[in-house]
Structures are given as structure tokens and as C-alpha cells.
Nanobody
Framework: QVQLVESGGGLVQPGGSLKLSCAASGSIFGIGDMGWYRQGPGKQREFLASITTGASTIYADSVKGRFTISRDNAKNTVDLQMNSLKAEDTAVYYC????????WGQGTQVTVSS
């Protein structure tokens, strides 16, 4: 069984940066697309970014130019570099992976506040 574990969340001031990481472990026979969603207080879960095994990426308009997704296929990890953070980026951030069914991490809290 494959599991995903996120790390790197925390408290950051507006304009600051954070890097989230997500590592897959378990009986891995091949991971397809990986990516990130978030869910803010009182909001629906929102797609942020995805990346294929060939490193093709897709970004939501709300984070394009500020967030960068990357992955290491050898280590089965996916990262999300977040720059120019805003208060509205405050949310629980979830990574996902297609193995081929979609699995989710447990989430990591990101709070942007002065």
C-alpha cells in the first residue's frame, strides 16, 4: 500500500516563501501524475498544480508565477515551492499521486499572517 506524507508547512509572513515536500512510500510499482491541492477555511478543495513523470506542469491561475512544482522520480517525491505568499494562501495543503488510483496525503497547514 502506497502512502504520501507531506512536510514543510508552517507560519510565514506575507511576501515570504515556503517549500512543501511530499514523499511516497510503500509498495510502489509506478507513480503517474503528482500534484497539490489546498483547502482554505470554509472553502472547497482547490487544484494548485500537477506534474507528469516527464515533468510537464499545469498550474492554477491563482498561483501561476508564484508557485513552482517539481518532482524526483527516483525518490518518489514532489515539491511545491511557494513564493510571494499572501494571506489568502492560508490553507491545508494536500499532495496527491496517481498509482494509478488517486491517493492523498494527510495535509499540512500553511498560515500566511503578520
Amino acid at each position: 500500500q502506497v502512502q504520501l506524507v507531506e512536510s514543510g508547512g508552517g507560519l510565514v509572513q506575507p511576501g515570504g516563501s515556503l517549500k512543501l515536500s511530499c514523499a511516497a512510500s510503500g509498495s510502489i510499482f509506478g507513480i503517474g501524475d503528482m500534484g497539490w491541492y489546498r483547502q482554505g477555511p470554509g472553502k472547497q478543495r482547490e487544484f494548485l498544480a500537477s506534474i507528469t513523470t516527464g515533468a510537464s506542469t499545469i498550474y492554477a491561475d491563482s498561483v501561476k508565477g508564484r508557485f513552482t512544482i517539481s518532482r524526483d522520480n527516483a525518490k518518489n517525491t514532489v515539491d511545491l515551492q511557494m513564493n510571494s505568499l499572501k494571506a489568502e494562501d492560508t490553507a491545508v495543503y494536500y499532495c496527491y499521486a496517481m498509482v494509478p488510483r488517486t491517493i492523498w496525503g494527510q495535509g499540512t497547514q500553511v498560515t500566511v499572517s503578520s
